[in-house]
């Protein structure tokens, strides 16, 4: 059974700082996603990670996978109080093109 | 023009009683999801539909029953309500061998 694991689940920080969210998973995967969760809200798909040491960035956010040790991380640099929300990462079951299993997901709350 | 919609958005019913989620996409992808969200926040996938054909049904109770008229709609009945199936069940698509989901704004079902 693949298992998602997100560290940590929850996540203070001022504005202004860095900080990196990490995600492992327990069976090969070569496909990972991230998706942001406002409170009340739906989720919003943030990045797609399709190889082994896949890098993505869009604005304040950098996300990263290695497919050898498993591991995607998120990376917020400055953050600012408009990346308060939960974020979960995702990873697809091999040999199942269309199950996601998600992460824990992280709780981050940025405070001023 | 919302994407993934589903109705309704808020549930309150006793337990015991019949309920039923719709959900709809205009993406024209090819498969569909429901996922169930727990007051955890925790993201279980329940079941899949390609192309109006079940390719994932997860450990749910029987009283759990998805129907998909058409690759566009997928909906979710459930029989005789029990407390323990409060949470928000989110409708999600994607076209397949892509992974990507996209997801509806959720239906919080609150059963008393």
């Known amino acids: 059974e693949l298992k998602v694991e997100q560290n940590p689940l929850f996540l203070s920080m001022q504005e202004g700082k860095n900080y990196t969210i990490y995600c492992n998973y327990s069976?090969?995967?070569?496909?990972l996603y991230w998706y942001r969760q406002d409170p009340g809200k739906s989720l919003e798909s943030l990045f797609v990670?399709?190889?082994?040491?896949a890098v993505k960035q869009e604005g304040r956010l950098m996300a990263s996978l290695d497919t050898k040790a498993r591991l995607s991380t998120l990376h917020i640099t400055a953050a600012v109080h408009d990346l308060s929300a939960t974020y979960f990462c995702?990873?697809?079951?091999?040999?199942?093109?269309?199950?996601?299993?998600f992460g824990t997901g992280t709780r981050l709350q940025v405070t001023l | 023009d919302t994407a993934v919609s589903q109705t309704p958005k808020y549930l309150v019913t006793q337990m015991g009683n019949d309920k039923s989620i719709k959900c709809e996409q205009n993406?024209?992808?090819?498969?569909m999801y429901w996922y169930k969200q727990d007051s955890k926040k925790f993201l279980k996938i329940m079941f899949s539909?390609?192309?109006?054909?079940?390719?994932i049904n997860e450990t749910v109770p029987n009283r759990f029953s998805p129907k998909s008229p058409d690759k566009a709609h997928l909906n979710l009945h459930i029989n005789s309500l029990e407390l323990g199936d409060s949470a928000v069940y989110f409708c999600?698509?994607?076209?397949?061998?892509?992974?990507?989901?996209?997801f509806g704004e959720g239906s919080r079902l609150t059963v008393l």
């Open positions: 990670l399709l190889s082994n040491g």
């Open positions: 069976t090969t995967s070569d496909r």
């Open positions: 539909y390609n192309n109006k054909e079940l390719i």
């Open positions: 999600a698509s994607s076209q397949a061998g892509i992974g990507e989901l996209f």
């Open positions: 995702a990873v697809v079951l091999p040999g199942t093109a269309s199950k996601l299993t």
């Open positions: 993406l024209g992808h090819d498969t």
